[in-house]
């Protein structure tokens, strides 16, 4: 790892169409569990090796095992049904589950396999990811619990649980993907209060990404979430995030992880406009806590597209690097 402007994505990969292909097999009952599994595990490795042959720093392992980031926890956690597709943007859908009783931990941890698989396939730090109480609750349909807080907090139990693994596992960087956070800023509260039970007691550094958000509604007060990092989306809105990051001194104990390209666009950004968004953040905080990764995960994408993206990305950093001499 670098000293300063770290690389990372964001989590999701694009999934190869062999393992889409597998996954409809499995679902019709024409292949076996641990087939479609040796799938994942080959779509996994493409992933890593593509990270380390364009020199990321922090890498993911691509979510290849996970179809959404709310629906894969709801299907392995006891207390859910599923429901009818349902639109989340674009032409994309998921299966929103529904809280039908009180919810319970599988046996298994889900996140800490898939962390172990990636991590010994590389020397580099592997990110452990899991997705927070918070937009599990908000994205899910609630016909069980009284309210939404007593959902969340008791969430935020199994969360912090399989975070507890992977900490305990040695995972060095856990992220808490809260990208619902913005939208109810009346519950902002309950979302730290959850976020506290989540990293309690964690030797990890906590990452949470939040993208697509309105932040003037929860700014500054997203500064107490308590967690290391916060992974914000800047590319999608032409860096205007730092414009409202500036009106406030940046805590010297906060992170931040920076979205300079944007996954839901084609177009492959310039090195140029990646660098002048960086030098911008620069402004805002100190090259040794800000870290640089795409706006969001890179699943919209194709794996072409996904690439030039991160090319762009890392040749805009080291260019950075260069003109400041920074390490």
């Known amino acids: 790892m670098h000293e300063t402007l770290n690389t990372t994505t964001v989590g999701s990969f694009p999934k190869p169409d062999r393992l889409m292909a597998a996954r409809q097999r499995f679902r019709q009952g024409a292949i076996s569990r641990e087939t479609l599994r040796e799938e994942e595990r080959?779509?996994?490795?493409?992933?890593?090796?593509?990270?380390?042959?364009?020199?990321?720093?922090?890498?993911?392992?691509?979510?290849?095992?996970?179809?959404?980031?709310?629906?894969?926890?709801?299907?392995?956690?006891?207390?859910?049904e599923e429901s009818l597709p349902v639109r989340s943007y674009g032409n994309r859908y998921y299966r929103k589950p529904i809280v039908v009783d009180r919810v319970a931990r599988a046996p298994e941890f889900l996140a800490l396999g898939a962390w172990r698989e990636a991590q010994a396939l590389t020397a580099r730090p592997v990110k452990g990811m899991l997705t927070g109480p918070y937009t599990i609750c908000d994205w899910s349909y609630n016909a069980y619990y009284p309210d939404r807080r007593s959902l969340v907090l008791d969430l935020a139990?199994?969360?912090?649980?399989?975070?507890?693994?992977?900490?305990?596992?040695g995972c060095a960087f856990i992220q808490i993907d809260e990208p619902a956070i913005s939208t109810r800023p009346d519950e902002l509260g309950l979302a730290i209060e959850a976020m506290g039970i989540v990293t309690a007691g964690l030797r990890a550094k906590t990452i949470s990404h939040i993208c697509y958000g309105d932040f003037e509604r929860i700014y500054p007060a997203l500064l107490d979430l308590p967690v290391r990092q916060l992974d914000l989306e800047a590319a999608n809105r032409g860096f205007r995030l730092l414009d409202l990051l500036a009106r406030y001194p940046w805590p010297a104990d906060k992170e931040l992880a920076l979205g300079v390209v944007d996954v839901h666009r084609h177009r492959v950004e310039t090195v140029e406009e990646v660098r002048a968004g960086i030098l911008k953040a620069l402004d805002v905080v100190p090259p040794e806590r800000l870290y640089i990764d795409p706006d969001c995960g890179l699943k919209t994408r194709t794996w072409e597209e996904a690439r030039a993206k991160l090319q762009v990305m890392v040749q805009a950093v080291a260019s950075v690097r260069e003109e400041l001499g920074l390490a």
């Open 42 to 80: 080959q779509a996994t490795a493409a992933v890593i090796a593509l990270q380390e042959e364009l020199g990321l720093d922090i890498l993911v392992h691509g979510e290849m095992e996970r179809g959404d980031m709310v629906a894969y926890f709801a299907e392995h956690w006891r207390g859910f």
């Open 157 to 169: 139990q199994l969360v912090h649980e399989e975070a507890k693994a992977l900490d305990d596992a």
